[in-house]
């Protein structure tokens, strides 16, 4: 199945959903970064909540950038989206891992840590971007997004993020879904969504079954009458090129490119993001001090 995601709303407009499968998405993440498995569940998470906040933006030159910093092993998961869902991401310890959870579940909780921040940056255009933070509260990232929406931006959310990690180490299913509740919708509403959500299995369980984003959404707000207003392809999409990387070297200052030169007389640059690496011969280096 394509990775997509959809956005849809009840017909009196009190309730709105976005529903995301990312299997690939995550996947393709997974295999540029080596990431062990629980670290594969975390990204994954946090790639696919990226891809639904950042379709939520209006404009196309609008970039999201979510950071999740807590105190776990895994150190700062950092995610980069735009509102047409070309996605980026990494964490600070790819190989990071600790025990499954009794149940037999990846500890994503413990692999993040509960003790730190989820923050958001906007870049709407304006002079500034928008700045929201809020504590973790779990680690497990759906908790702890649900938790940013009230208390940053005064938006009750429930959001189910899910990654199931085949014996191979692989991604077999990865998906989420995030219900906004908006100020009219009843307490009778409120009600009705908590028991669907209750009843209703694992996402990645859907999506490993087969469902699609239209079936989740049907699945879990099955008691209201639902309208889907857009479906939006989800690439996972790095935009460096040597023209950027090269503006990094130039950032760093003109002394230190001197020390790379007379230590290595050669540099090379990683992408944080796809891990693309990025050469550059001596005669090259001293080309951009000159041009400087």
Same mark, same amino acid.
């Given at each position: ?176 879904? &995030? ?81 790379? &030169? ?31």
């Amino acid at each position: 199945m394509k990775d997509y995601l959809i956005r849809g709303i009840d017909k009196t407009g009190n309730i709105r959903i976005f529903v995301a499968t990312t299997t690939n998405m995550v996947e393709e993440a997974r295999n540029n970064h080596n990431t062990s498995p629980t670290a594969t569940a975390a990204l994954g998470r946090a790639l696919t909540a990226g891809s639904m906040m950042g379709v939520m933006m209006k404009n196309e030159k609008d970039r999201l950038t979510l950071k999740i910093s807590g105190d776990g092993p895994i150190g700062t998961i950092m995610i980069v989206a735009n509102n047409k869902v070309e996605i980026k991401g990494y964490v600070d310890h790819p190989y990071a891992d600790v025990p499954s959870r009794d149940d037999g579940k990846l500890d994503v909780g413990r692999l993040v840590g509960s003790n730190g921040t989820i923050t958001t940056i906007m870049d709407l255009g304006l002079k500034e971007p928008y700045i929201g933070q809020a504590n973790l509260v779990s680690g497990e990232i759906a908790e702890d997004l649900a938790t940013y929406y009230v208390i940053s931006e005064q938006q009750p959310s429930a959001i189910g993020l899910g990654v199931l990690v085949d014996k191979d180490i692989s991604v077999k299913a990865a998906g989420g879904y &995030i219900i906004q509740l908006l100020p009219d919708v009843s307490d009778e509403d409120i009600t009705k969504i908590e028991e669907a959500i209750s009843k209703t299995p694992p996402i990645s369980s859907l999506i490993d079954k087969g469902l699609t984003p239209e079936d989740i959404m049907y699945e879990l707000l099955r008691e209201f009458e639902m309208e889907i207003l857009d479906r939006v392809d989800i690439n996972y999409r790095c935009d460096c090129s040597r023209e950027r990387i090269e503006e990094v070297l130039l950032s760093i200052g003109k002394k230190e490119i001197e020390a790379m &030169i007379e230590e290595d007389g050669k540099g090379e640059v990683v992408c944080h993001f796809c891990n693309t690496k990025y050469h550059f011969s001596k005669e090259e280096l001293e080309k951009l001090i000159v041009d400087k």
